[in-house]
T-cell receptor, first 113, second 113 residues
Framework: DQQVKQNSPSLSVQEGRISILNCDYTNSMFDYFLWYKKYPAEGPTFLISISSIKDKNEDGRFTVFLNKSAKHLSLHIVPSQPGDSAVYFCAALYGGATNKLIFGTGTLLAVQP | EAQVTQNPRYLITVTGKKLTVTCSQNMNHEYMSWYRQDPGLGLRQIYYSMNVEVTDKGDVPEGYKVSRKEKRNFPLILESPSPNQTSLYFC????????????FGSGTRLTVV
């Protein structure tokens, strides 16, 4: 049972435009949500996170929005750059005793020059 | 340089031949974890450890073993590898998952024939 879902396997965007990557989750007990970026032949790298008590977090060109009622979060990249082309993973954290991080299936973003 | 180092980067082995993938971190992190990445399935957790001598199963632990005798090392052991364990494996470590999640190693591409 996939608790964290990224329904779009891929996304193509023109350089300079906005990229919106989406993620849905099923468990209302998650404490934090994180986005990771992964280039080929490298491990995932942390990008941005948001606490479940917030609805927005911004870091430079990257903004994450959380809609708890819809169990949905999104990552906005503005403006998109060719170097942003990578696989993006959404992840959700169970806090407390288990401290377990659950990943989605990933979305391949291609930013066209 | 703060990093997670896993070895080897690439490994081809035969069914049933025991192997170990090593993982070491130099950041004094308490949390360590192993994930495997498969097409269409994202990153799935195999085992995790919250501290020395404390390990627990993730979502796909069958066919794997781990140990955490020292804080810095968290090897992944495949006692009798099978072709369905052909995958890309990532080791990761973290101080606190909520503030930045895991720092990942560069990955080990394992092929079992």
């Amino acid at each position: 049972d996939q608790q964290v879902k990224q329904n779009s396997p891929s996304l193509s965007v023109q350089e300079g435009r906005i990229s919106i990557l989406n993620c849905d989750y099923t468990n209302s007990m998650f404490d934090y949500f994180l986005w990771y970026k992964k280039y080929p032949a490298e491990g995932p790298t942390f990008l941005i996170s948001i606490s479940s008590i917030k609805d927005k977090n911004e870091d430079g060109r990257f903004t994450v929005f959380l809609n708890k009622s819809a169990k949905h979060l999104s990552l906005h990249i503005v403006p998109s750059q060719p170097g942003d082309s990578a696989v993006y993973f959404c992840a959700a954290l169970y806090g407390g005793a288990t401290n377990k991080l659950i990943f989605g299936t990933g979305t391949l973003l291609a930013v066209q020059p | 340089e703060a990093q997670v180092t896993q070895n080897p980067r690439y490994l081809i082995t035969v069914t049933g031949k025991k192997l170990t993938v090593t993982c070491s971190q130099n950041m004094n992190h308490e949390y360590m974890s192993w994930y495997r990445q498969d097409p269409g399935l994202g990153l799935r957790q195999i085992y995790y450890s919250m501290n020395v001598e404390v390990t627990d199963k993730g979502d796909v632990p069958e066919g794997y073993k781990v140990s955490r005798k020292e804080k810095r090392n968290f090897p992944l052991i495949l006692e009798s590898p099978s072709p369905n364990q052909t995958s890309l494996y990532f080791c990761a470590s973290s101080l606190t998952l909520s503030t930045g999640g895991y720092t990942f190693g560069s990955g080990t591409r394992l092929t079992v024939v």
